[in-house]
């Protein structure tokens, strides 16, 4: 008997719904969606998509956990607008997204700013700002004790841990061994000797592994370990802590073969980490901070098919857009082999007639290459081309200069 090999497939899209030919984006067909922008490409982010996943983290979260945005994974205002309104707080890693979070209404009490290489002029506007600051590195402690003397207000801190142990089946480690990010553990006790005579206000720890992570168990094993490395850290600390934000790093699936992160297994492990912390650190808010699980799955990158060529048997399909505005789909964004994100033709979205093409941006350089022989509806000139998975770590993280082409725009629909 001959075993026809399975090859993996893509989780199916089914957050977009298809009626008759189209895509349904924001409740529109894609066709009239595209009209009402009036050019392409462009990013799209869902509005009900953003509210529905919201809704669902909270349904299975416990209550007393504060679900905080990270920002960096799509800082378009009117996003951060939405999410300001819907979580308990932000993180931001620079002025500037600092900036666009206040803009956006959210609370500096619940703000956070993270990252390393903090500018003495960027510790002066958070601590000016009333945030919480992150604190990256040893430098920062007198830069910010400065701050507070000079504005009579004592900067509110959390020491960011560079932990002894790694977030597990992670895309990109962000803690354990020599890293950038935070203070190692091991030289905690002694910053924490020093801080009460620095008149900061200090209020916990912030423990950050790891990112785009699609195993419940890992994250639950990051959570653990960073709740008991906390624990162990706040016997130096020198006042209650208020604040453990015990990262995030939640995942979603981009590639063949990759499923849904399970969320319920997460829920279980928080009710219990909430449970211990009432009778450890009592004054504690345990707190999340999730970017790409947020807003990836609610985003789309839109972008028309200017020409359509055969070389040698095989199709291409060359788009107004690429990797000038969505690098990640392109492959150069962090991925060790590059592998094709969900890709479909939106406006051909129903058609039952396919063929394996090859979609392709307007670059000069064979980088530029949104969907490697993959199998889609067959096209034309003027169709639209949908990248899936992209409401984060879109248009922010890609060189719109590259080549000189036109900018592309973002809706929130
Ligand atoms: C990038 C980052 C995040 C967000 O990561 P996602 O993978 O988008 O969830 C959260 N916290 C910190 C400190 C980060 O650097």
């Known amino acids: 008997m001959t075993e026809a090999k399975k090859l993996p497939v893509h989780t199916p899209m089914s957050q977009f719904p298809v009626e008759g030919d189209e895509l349904i984006v924001g409740g529109q067909p894609l066709s009239r969606l595209a009209a009402r922008v009036g050019s392409t490409p462009f990013y799209a982010y869902d509005r009900g998509l953003l509210k529905a996943r919201v809704a669902q983290l909270r349904s299975v979260l416990p209550r007393e956990v504060k679900l905080h945005y990270a920002m960096k994974a799509n800082p378009m205002p009117a996003v951060v607008s939405l999410m300001a309104s819907m979580v308990d707080g932000i993180d931001v890693a620079s002025a500037g997204e600092l900036q666009v979070a206040l803009d956006a209404g959210a609370d500096p009490a619940e703000v956070s700013f993270a990252g390393p290489g903090k500018r003495d002029a960027e510790l002066r506007q958070a601590v000016a700002a009333g945030v919480l600051v992150n604190v990256e590195s040893e430098r920062e402690l007198p830069v910010l004790a400065a701050a507070s003397q000079a504005l009579g207000v004592p900067a509110r801190v959390a020491l960011r841990v560079n932990p002894d142990f790694e977030l597990k089946g992670s895309g990109m480690k962000m803690g354990g061994g020599a890293k950038q990010f935070g203070i190692d553990a091991e030289s905690l006790p002694e910053v924490l000797r020093h801080i009460a005579s620095m008149g900061l206000a200090f209020e916990g720890f912030h423990l950050f592994a790891g990112s785009q992570n699609l195993r419940a168990e890992s994250i639950c094993e990051a959570q653990q370990k960073s709740y008991e490395l906390a624990l162990r850290l706040a016997e130096h ?137 993959m199998e889609l509806p067959v096209a034309e000139v003027g169709d639209l081309v949908v990248v899936f998975q992209s409401g984060a770590y879109g248009r922010s993280a890609s060189p719109q200069d590259f080549l000189g082409h036109p900018h592309c725009t973002e809706v929130l629909t």
Do not use: M
Not at 242 to 256: C, D, V
């Open 237 to 373: 600390a020198p006042s209650a802590i208020k604040f453990l934000n015990l990262g995030g790093g939640f995942g979603i699936p981009y590639f063949p073969g990759e499923h849904p992160l399970e969320l319920e297994p997460i829920g279980a492990n928080l009710r219990y980490l909430v449970e211990r912390a009432r009778g450890d650190l009592p004054q504690a808010h345990l707190v999340i901070e999730l970017g790409r699980y947020l807003v990836g799955e609610a985003g789309i990158y839109v972008t028309r098919i200017v020409d359509r060529k055969v070389s040698r048997g095989q199709v291409f399909l060359v788009a107004d857009g690429g990797l000038n505005h969505h690098l990640s789909v392109s492959g150069n964004f962090g991925q060790v082999i590059r592998k094709n994100y969900p890709v479909t033709v939106g406006t051909k979205a129903g058609h039952s007639a396919r063929e394996i093409s090859s979609v392709v941006g307007p670059l000069c350089t064979p980088l530029d290459l949104l969907a490697d022989k």
